[in-house]
Every structure is written in structure tokens, then in C-alpha cells.
């Protein structure tokens, strides 16, 4: 049953072997029957018995892309060695099988649905590959780390273990420490009625506090009525959407919207983050129930975008170091970013280089999907699983690459780094806090 | 809204505040707040680069702070901020602070009555709750979902009651939180415990619980129902007769379970915040009948017209009217009574209010960023650069109207006979 | 030999038509009645002009990156569905067929341009074929159904050439002719072949998602 492929480059995984170790076939085939029956339909069925093994896909995919073509990283082989045998097989598969499915729906796909663009029948990878990770999900079979993440979720409505008193604690922290540049800045917290509810990741009031403090720069200098929640809700990440642990992803986005409604906001910024975004735009509502987003969500891409239209965000300097752009698959591929992104970019930096290719069909930063949140273990499959994109870096010639996601800047940062490519990775609100006009501030 | 009786109910409208401006020396001032019965109006006020203080109704008290934040006004009009001072936090109302400082406090709670108030609180990395001044005898290595009865007797909230290192997957599988009660924590260690609540008569507890990655259920005071659930809500107490009401997911489907036994049919595709009636004769929740549909059922029979989003569901005392905001495909906020949406739609609708005989629903509406009181889908002539939420008498025939125009605070009370449909 | 070939044009073909217009039917309804109620959050975003528009794009083989990434396969997979479907509808052979069983007036193609067509399809199994014999990528993923259905293919076309130059014994051919033709007709619900009749939907569900929801092209 075990195909030449994952079987030859096992890695061990405390979670995945714990995970294992506690299962029988007769156990897997019970709740692998009950999730494809419960939770399975129309699409799935269609997928498996129409896709015409015609190996098109392939080319889509930077795994196979940067495994020199390796037939087995093809976006086709990752279901044919997981999905296609668990329904040749009634689901009667091996422990050890069933390890294989998970190393590869965690670690071998980031569901970024570039393949979409090269199968011609419209086959969503991406989705079946989900599926597997709902089996795996069910069967206690995850990836050590991005496990714990989701227990981070369920226990804190946030992605890093963020306690309630931690947040306040950090906004109020940015704010004195932004007050030395501007002296009348506020991060208003828990104002009922603001238009704008500024939504962050859970990592930024731990490490990237300086996110934070930018954007309420931003907000402050460009007269935005804001605020931000002082309860859990506030962190708009979700790793469960990833493990495949759709209660809890329906747990944390029903936080974060109840959040939004309880405030009586208009819309929900979000900060540079691309898998929150689609968890928030496209899989926790549906989860839930909501066709769309409950209350609208916006990218932060497009809120600068909507600042530099009204005439809000002004420019003080351009940025000249020459520069590119990484296209986040969760919000170009997602949400068709890529006009407003450019716009945004060229906005401050004159010397813009595009990057090939790129805008749909940019190589996806192999971080996402939550490959980077199986931690340590995995750091080599997404580095040397993405030698195109290190390639597509380096053939730019710039210094400085823009990624206006958070999983990308992680994901990119360890190929600059094992590649070498010697870049500097920034956001787009780095250059914008750098080089906009503010009016308040002292100095 | 029994305390509101004492309030001022004669109709007509009054300036309460000629000027909003503050009197000392300040550098800024940050958002208003109303007390309840339209008397007061607060905002922190920030003095210097290091001073802070709170401003009701044109003086600023005279206790000062290095930060202040959070003023909210109780049930019964009185005002509590949570402020800074040399490091520690403590909580001050009306212009006492309490007499102990703690390493962080957040998320102020009011009982009822607004006698008793409770805080969350971090005390030297330990977490649990202080209510009145007095903090939890045993505090945990975290805590959240807080919660304060009714009465204000007792506290809860989930807590982690067994240390656990980074990554420790396994022991997180096995359990480490629970339910603490007035600091007491629940023999029952399980993985997830949210949203504890008590009973009207603060004797028991309830919280949503998961046991495994997928088995969830429904606690009372450590004891678990029979049944788990693919998923549940939030569970609430039938202020009448104790009984306890939770959406759960079963088969696929969203339905209501009452102590243990189902009660609506699962046959929702969302069912959630779920209220009693005060008379506990009748249940609501909003519900969604179909994939993206959602609406208010009452005893399970959903209303036929549905909205793409539903929130707070307001009942009258008897259950026998309801009201819930609601927002149409254009992104345009209205009120659904009893069935029917208002006619007119607004940028914003806010909390809805419902009278006691349930005649009349009234809620702050907003269109181009000013605010007006619209009662039964009329809207009231005032104009608001910005409003509070309206309340009703306890009669029920008159709401009391608050809010901020030019620079003056206003409150009026205003017969809401003629909205009658 | 006669009773043989009276069989498999008349009852057989009356067989093999209904299990191919019944079973298309069926399968349609019910894959439907399964979206309805399992893919409850997929289906109330199809949406027909951004269908159209992915169909569309796909139905230009060099309009997605997709075909362009494969030329020669994209160019092959054209040819060998154009061909595919055209040469057994308008061959004067079965419009003969229908004319004298059913009385039905058919347009034709000429027997040169039918064989020449016929001979592409040919070219394309054998490129298939042979591409998925020897290429990396398809010999990890195929299986057993992806052979019976080009094959399938093959001997149809293989046997109609074959008949149509009268190589070998000719009534023989022709009746073997008429069984492939007949199995790949009945087949097409139940096997592979069953993109044929899925396909627009598949499409237009992924060109709905990546439109109307994704505000992005899916080509
Ligand atoms: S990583 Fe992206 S391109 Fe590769 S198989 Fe997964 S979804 Fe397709
Ligand atoms: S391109 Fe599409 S049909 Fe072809 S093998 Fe890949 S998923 Fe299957």
C-alpha cells in the first residue's frame, strides 16, 4: 500500500508518531468512513473519479518544480498517495499509511492552489488535500507543533498562547512607546462605534510588536476612527483551519466576528497576514454559516490602497533602494490583490522590479498552509521544496523584497537565507511607516 | 431595569451638560460615556505626559492616576475605571480606589444591582478574579472566559489548573483546564472549558467543555450531561426554573438541548446565543435555516424571513415578542421584529432595547456617521453627533433618550405611544 | 455473422444508447442531490458567467498556464477531443445507420476528412499512450481505469479504420467496431469518461470561486 515517495523520506514528528502509534486499521477505516460520508459530497467524489491522471498539474507546483521534477511532488501524486488509496481501500489503510497522508498534507502542500491554473478539468488539490488533513485531524495524527498551535487557539482564542491581560498590556505599551514620536497617539481600545476594527495576528503583540506600533501610526496620522478590542477576538489567525480542526476554527472566527459586531464596527482591517484572511474571508464564515464575511474584512493592502485614493496617506519620500514584490497566494490567488498591491508599492517605491512570474501565478512562499507552523522538523521540506522561488528571487537583482504577509515573510526569510539570495525582507507597511508624512509627529 | 423606577421619567428634553469641555488644563480627552439614567457623562482625560485622570460631567476627580482606562458606569450609575499607579493596577469607583494594587486588572463586571463590581486580574503571573476588592484565595497559571453572577455573590471562570511547558501536546490532550468557582477549581480537569455561567440564583455553574479533539459537552457545577456533541455553544440558565439550555450539534445539525435532552431537533445549519424570556416561559436563538440564511427561532420555530447575518436577540419579559438586529446583502443594517424587518435599513444599527410588554423595540441608528433613536422603524427628530443606546421605562411607554449635540449633553424621555403598530 | 451484426445495431446500440442517455441522467440528478445536501458551502457560489468565463479561457489551448506550461500536450488533447466527437457524429456511415433504422436526415462529413480525422484520434491514443507508458509524472499516478479507457478509445477507432479499409474480414471488424463503440457510449457515465459529461460543472465551479468570491483568474 505504501508507494515509493513519502515512505522514502520519512521525518520523524513527535505528534505524528505519538499519533500512530495509538491507532489500528479497524479504528482508521471506522473514522475515515465517518468523515468522508459526514463531511464528503458531490465535490470530492467528482474530484477523485474525473481527474484524468493527466499530470498537467505538475508544473503547477513548486514542490515538484524545485525536486527537479521529482514525479511523486507532483500535486496529482500527493493525492494519489494519500486520497486516491484511502478510497481504493474503503479506508482500511495502515498506521504507517495513514503517517505518510499526514507528512504530506501538512508538509507537502501549502493549499496555495497554484495547480488550479494548469488543470484543465478545475480540480482543487488544495481541497482534497484538506480532506486528508480532516482524516488526520480525526485521527489524532498532527504535526507536534502546529497542534499545539491549535491547542493555543481553543484555550485562548489566540494563536500564541497570548493571555487575556497580555494584550491590553501590549497595546498600551505601543502606545507609550509610539508617543515619543507622536505625543497625541492613541490606540483606542473598546470603542463601540469606531468604523475601522484594526485586527492583528497572535504573533504580533508577542515578537513584532513594531506592526502594531506602525499601524497605529498609520491609523493616527491619517485620521482613522479605530479601535481594537481589549478581549480575546482580537487575533484574526487560525492554525486550526489548518490541523483540520474546523470546530475550533469556527470557535475562533465566531470570536473574532462577535468581536467586530459587538463593537459595532463597520469593517475589519486586517494587518499583512494572508492566511488569516482567508480564514476569515473564505473558510471560518462558510464553516459557520455565513456566505460572506459577517462584517466586511479588509486587507491591509487595500486599506492602503483606499488611504493613498482618498488622498488620506501622503507621501513625505519615496523608497529608492529598487525593490520587488511577493504576491501572497492567500490574498492574490485569494482575493485578487495584486492591481492594488502593485499600485500601493509603486506609490513609494520608484524603482519597482516584477518579479516572473508573478501577480496569479506567483510561486507560493511554501510557509503557508501551516507548513511552517510543523516547526523545526519540517523547516527543510519547505526551504528545499521551494528552490524556485529562491530562483525567482535572485533573478530580480533587487535588495529588498516586499511581502505583505506574515507566513511569507517567515517562509521567505529561511530561503534568503539558505539560498543565499541576500536580500532584506520588509513589509509594505515598513516603507510606508518610513516614508509617509506625519503630521503629528515631533522631532 | 427595575433599578431605572428611580430615574427621572417626566417627559421632555434637558441639557444635562451645557459643554463637554473639560476644566483643568488638559492635553486630551477620550471618548464619553453616559451613565444609564442620561445624568453623567465621563471620559478618562489625560492631564500631562504623565497624569491621567477621569472627568465626570465637567470636573475631573481628584484622585490622579499614570494611566487610566476602561471607565464604565454600573447598572446603578456609578462610575468604576481600572487606573495605574506607580506599575500596579487597581480599580477605582467613584473617586475611591480600591485599597490594593495588582499586577494587571481588565475586563470590569457589574452585578445587576451594580452593588458588587469584579475584575479580572494578574497578580505576579497567576490569574483569577477579584470581586469587590477581594481576590480570589487561589489563583491559576491562566484563566479566561470570566464571568460574575447576576447577583454578584460569586465568580467564575476557565482556568488552567495544571502547569504545562511549551509544545506539551499530549498533556494538553489529557487536560489541564477546568471551571473555577470563587477560586475553587472543578475536580473535572478537561481540555477546553468556555464560557462558564451561573444560574439567576448563583448556585450553579454550566460551561461548555471539550473532552477529546471532538468530543464536546455541557458541564453544571462538574458533572457532565450524558450525551457529547460534534459541537456546542454557549450554554444559559433558564431564569425561572433553573433549567439549562445549549445549543448542540448533532448528525450534522445544530438543535437545542434542555438539561441533557434535546429539545429543538437538530435541523439548523447554526443555531447560537441562545436567551431565555425573563419569565423563562419561552427560549430564542438565532438560527440559521439554511446554509448562509439566518434568523431568530423562539421555541424552535424559526421566522420565514432571514437575513445573510442576525445578532442579539432581545426578548420581552413574557417571551412573547423578540427583536434582533440584522444586516441585509448591501451591507445595510435594519431591526427584525417579531418576524418583520423594519422598512428603513442605516450604516449601523446598535443594541437593540426591547419594552418589558414587548410593544416596542428601539435602537441607536446611524447613517453618515450621525446617530438618531429610531423607535418601532420611526426614527426620533433628535440628531446626534452621538448617541447612547435608548432604554425603556419600566412601564415600557417611554424611552429615555441620551446623547452629545453640539457640544451639549442631552437626555430626553419620550412617550412612544404613537410608534405603537 | 448477420444475426451477430443485426443484434449489435439494433438491440445493442438501443442498450448501450439508454445506458449512456439514462445514465448520464442519473448520474447528473444524482450528484446533484449529493452537492445539495453535502456541499452545502460550495454550491450557492456557482455562478454561470464566471463558469462561462472559465470554460471559456480552458477551451483555448493556449490561454492558461496550464496549456501553455504542456504546448504539445495541450495541442494534442484538442485535437484529440475535437476529433473524438465529431468523427463518429457526422461519419456518413452512422448517419446511414440512423437513416435507415429511424429515418433521421443527418449532416455528413466527407469519408476522406472522416478518415483523416479518425486517423488523429488514432495519433492521439498513441501519444497518450506512450506519454503515459514512459513519462515520470504519469507512471506514478496511473492506474488501471486510465488504461481500460484509452484503450477503450483505441479499439473503436482502431476498428472503425480498420473497417472503413475493409482490412481483414470486413463484418467481423465491423461488428467489433460496433461492440467498442458501443461499451465506450455505455461507459461514459461509469468510468473516467465521465468528465465528458461533468466537466462544464468541475469548470465552472473552480471558475465560479476563483471569480465571484476570489476576485482572480483560474487560468
Ligand atoms: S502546494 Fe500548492 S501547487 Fe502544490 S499541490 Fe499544494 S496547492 Fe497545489
Ligand atoms: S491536471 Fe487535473 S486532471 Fe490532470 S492529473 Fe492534475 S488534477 Fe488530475
Known amino acids: 500500500m505504501s508507494i515509493p515517495g513519502i515512505r522514502d523520506r520519512k521525518i520523524e514528528d513527535v505528534g505524528l508518531q505519538a499519533g500512530v502509534d495509538r491507532l489500528t486499521e479497524d479504528q482508521i477505516q471506522k473514522t475515515i468512513k465517518k468523515v468522508l460520508k459526514g463531511e464528503t459530497g458531490a465535490k470530492l467524489k467528482l474530484y477523485a473519479e474525473t481527474c484524468m491522471r493527466c499530470g498537467l498539474c505538475a508544473e503547477g507546483c513548486h514542490y515538484y518544480m524545485s525536486h527537479d521534477k521529482d514525479p511523486s511532488y507532483a500535486p496529482v501524486s500527493k493525492v494519489r498517495q494519500t486520497m486516491w488509496e484511502i478510497l481504493r481501500h474503503n479506508g482500511k489503510v495502515s498506521p504507517e499509511f495513514i503517517y505518510g497522508c499526514a507528512q504530506i498534507a501538512y508538509t507537502e502542500c501549502n493549499m496555495c492552489k497554484r495547480c488550479a491554473h494548469y488543470c484543465p478539468l478545475g480540480i482543487d488539490i488544495g481541497y482534497i488535500i484538506s480532506v486528508v488533513r480532516r482524516i488526520c485531524h480525526k485521527l489524532g495524527v498532527v504535526p507536534l507543533y502546529i497542534q499545539d498551535t491549535a491547542h493555543s487557539h481553543s484555550a485562548t482564542m489566540n494563536q500564541m498562547w497570548v493571555k487575556d491581560d497580555e494584550w491590553p498590556d501590549a497595546l498600551q505599551w505601543q502606545e507609550d512607546e509610539a508617543r515619543d514620536e507622536i505625543p497625541n497617539l492613541r490606540i483606542p481600545l473598546e470603542v463601540e462605534g469606531a468604523d475601522i476594527f484594526y485586527s492583528v495576528i497572535g504573533p504580533e503583540p508577542k515578537f513584532r510588536t513594531q506592526l502594531i506600533y506602525q499601524a497605529a501610526v498609520l491609523m493616527n496620522e491619517t485620521g482613522q476612527s479605530w479601535t481594537m478590542p481589549a478581549t480575546p477576538g482580537w487575533d484574526n489567525s487560525d492554525m486550526a483551519m489548518y490541523t483540520g480542526d474546523y470546530e475550533v476554527m469556527g470557535r475562533i472566527k465566531r470570536a473574532h466576528f462577535d468581536t467586530a459586531m459587538r463593537l459595532k464596527v463597520k469593517r475589519i482591517v486586517m494587518g499583512e497576514c494572508g492566511h488569516a484572511f482567508r480564514s476569515i474571508y473564505d473558510m471560518g464564515n462558510r464553516w459557520l454559516g455565513w456566505k460572506m464575511h459577517p462584517v466586511r474584512v479588509m486587507h491591509a493592502i487595500e486599506f492602503y490602497h483606499e488611504l493613498l485614493e482618498k488622498g488620506q496617506l501622503k507621501i513625505a519620500k519615496t523608497f529608492d533602494t529598487p525593490v520587488t514584490l511577493h504576491d501572497p497566494c492567500n490574498i492574490i490567488r485569494g482575493r485578487g490583490l495584486m492591481d492594488q498591491a502593485r499600485e500601493v508599492v509603486k506609490a513609494f517605491c520608484p524603482n519597482f522590479v516584477e518579479m516572473t512570474p508573478n501577480r496569479e501565478h506567483n510561486y507560493c512562499c511554501c510557509a503557508g498552509g501551516g507548513v511552517i507552523n510543523c516547526g523545526p522538523p519540517f523547516k527543510n521540506v519547505r526551504v528545499e521544496g521551494n528552490k524556485v522561488k529562491a530562483e525567482q528571487l535572485i533573478r530580480t537583482g533587487v535588495p529588498v523584497v516586499i511581502a505583505p504577509c506574515h507566513n511569507c515573510h517567515g517562509g521567505l526569510e529561511d530561503i534568503i537565507h539558505a539560498y543565499k539570495t541576500g536580500q532584506e525582507l520588509k513589509f509594505l507597511i515598513d516603507i510606508i511607516y518610513e516614508c509617509m508624512e506625519k503630521p503629528d509627529a515631533v522631532e | ?421 | 455473422m448477420n444475426a451477430a451484426y443485426e443484434f449489435v445495431v439494433g438491440p445493442l446500440a438501443w442498450i448501450a444508447g439508454a445506458i449512456f442517455v439514462l445514465g448520464s441522467i442519473y448520474r447528473l440528478v444524482s450528484m446533484y442531490a449529493l452537492a445539495v445536501k453535502k456541499d452545502y458551502s460550495s454550491l450557492p457560489y456557482m455562478d454561470l458567467k464566471y463558469s462561462l468565463r472559465s470554460i471559456i479561457h480552458w477551451l483555448n489551448p493556449f490561454g492558461t498556464a496550464g496549456w501553455k506550461a504542456s504546448p504539445w500536450t495541450a495541442a494534442v488533447t484538442f485535437i484529440f477531443h475535437i476529433c473524438l466527437i465529431i468523427t463518429p457524429l457526422f461519419l456518413l456511415g452512422h448517419a446511414v445507420l440512423l437513416e435507415t433504422f429511424h429515418g433521421i436526415e443527418w449532416p455528413t462529413i466527407s469519408d476522406g476528412l472522416a478518415d483523416g480525422l479518425t486517423m488523429l484520434v488514432i495519433a492521439g491514443c498513441i501519444f497518450f499512450i506512450i506519454r503515459r507508458a514512459t513519462v515520470d509524472k504519469l507512471k506514478y499516478i496511473t492506474s488501471g481505469m486510465d488504461w481500460f479507457v484509452i484503450f477503450l478509445v483505441l479499439a473503436t477507432f482502431l476498428t472503425g479504420f480498420a473497417a472503413y479499409h475493409q482490412w481483414l474480414n470486413y463484418q467481423f471488424i465491423l461488428i467489433l467496431h460496433i461492440l467498442a463503440g458501443e461499451a465506450m457510449l455505455a461507459s461514459i457515465p461509469f468510468t473516467r469518461l465521465s468528465h465528458m459529461i461533468f466537466w462544464v460543472f468541475i469548470r465552472g465551479y473552480m471558475g465560479s470561486e476563483f471569480g465571484k468570491v476570489r476576485h482572480a483568474k483560474d487560468w
Open chain 2, 1 to 421: 431595569m427595575r433599578l431605572a423606577s428611580s430615574w427621572d421619567w417626566e417627559p421632555g428634553q434637558r441639557v444635562v451638560l451645557e459643554s463637554t469641555k473639560c476644566s483643568e488644563e488638559h492635553e486630551w480627552q477620550e471618548e464619553f460615556y453616559a451613565s444609564p439614567d442620561g445624568e453623567r457623562l465621563a471620559c478618562v482625560v489625560r492631564l500631562s505626559d504623565f497624569e491621567s485622570g477621569v472627568w465626570v460631567n465637567g470636573e475631573v476627580w481628584e484622585s490622579r492616576f499614570d494611566r487610566v482606562w476602561y471607565p464604565r458606569f454600573g447598572p446603578d450609575n456609578r462610575l468604576t475605571v481600572l487606573a495605574q499607579a506607580e506599575m500596579d493596577w487597581t480599580v477605582a469607583t467613584e473617586d475611591a480606589a480600591w485599597e490594593d494594587s495588582y499586577t494587571y486588572v481588565w475586563g470590569t463586571r457589574f452585578s445587576e444591582d451594580g452593588a458588587h463590581v469584579a475584575v479580572s486580574v494578574q497578580q505576579d503571573g497567576a490569574y483569577g478574579m477579584i470581586v469587590d476588592g477581594k481576590i480570589w484565595d487561589t489563583l491559576y497559571e491562566n484563566a479566561n472566559n470570566f464571568t460574575l453572577s447576576p447577583d454578584g455573590s460569586r465568580s467564575a471562570a476557565a482556568v488552567q489548573a495544571i502547569p504545562m511547558g511549551q509544545a506539551e501536546v499530549a498533556k494538553f490532550k489529557a487536560g489541564v483546564f477546568t471551571v473555577a468557582v470563587d477560586g475553587q477549581a472543578w475536580d473535572k480537569i478537561v481540555m477546553n472549558a468556555w464560557t462558564p455561567v451561573f444560574s439567576k440564583d448563583a448556585r450553579k455553574v454550566a460551561a461548555q467543555i471539550r473532552l477529546t479533539h471532538f468530543d464536546y459537552a455541557i458541564a453544571v457545577d462538574g458533572g457532565l450531561w450524558p450525551d457529547t456533541y460534534q459541537m456546542v455553544w454557549e450554554p444559559v440558565f433558564n431564569p425561572a426554573n433553573g433549567q439549562l439550555a445549549a445549543p448542540v450539534k448533532a448528525g450534522g445539525a445544530w438543535g437545542v438541548a434542555i438539561d441533557g435532552l434535546m429539545a429543538w431537533k437538530p435541523r439548523f445549519f447554526q443555531c447560537w446565543q441562545p436567551v431565555f424570556s425573563r419569565n423563562g416561559q419561552r427560549l430564542a436563538a438565532i438560527v440559521a435555516p439554511e446554509y448562509g440564511e439566518f434568523t431568530v427561532a423562539i421555541d424552535g420555530q424559526p421566522w420565514s424571513w432571514t437575513y445573510p447575518v442576525i445578532d442579539q436577540v432581545v426578548l420581552s419579559d413574557d417571551g412573547s415578542c423578540a427583536a434582533a438586529r440584522a444586516k441585509d446583502n448591501d451591507e445595510k443594517w435594519t431591526i427584525i421584529k417579531d418576524g418583520k424587518p423594519w422598512e428603513r435599513t442605516y450604516d449601523m444599527v446598535f443594541s437593540p432595547a426591547i419594552s418589558p410588554d414587548g410593544a416596542f423595540a428601539a435602537a441607536k441608528v446611524e447613517k453618515k456617521g450621525q446617530h438618531r433613536i429610531a423607535v418601532n422603524g420611526h426614527e426620533l427628530e433628535t440628531v446626534f453627533d452621538q448617541a447612547w443606546d435608548p432604554v425603556f421605562n419600566p412601564e415600557g411607554d417611554k424611552i429615555l433618550v441620551r446623547g452629545l449635540s453640539q457640544g451639549k449633553f442631552l437626555r430626553a424621555v419620550v412617550p412612544v405611544e404613537q410608534y405603537r403598530y
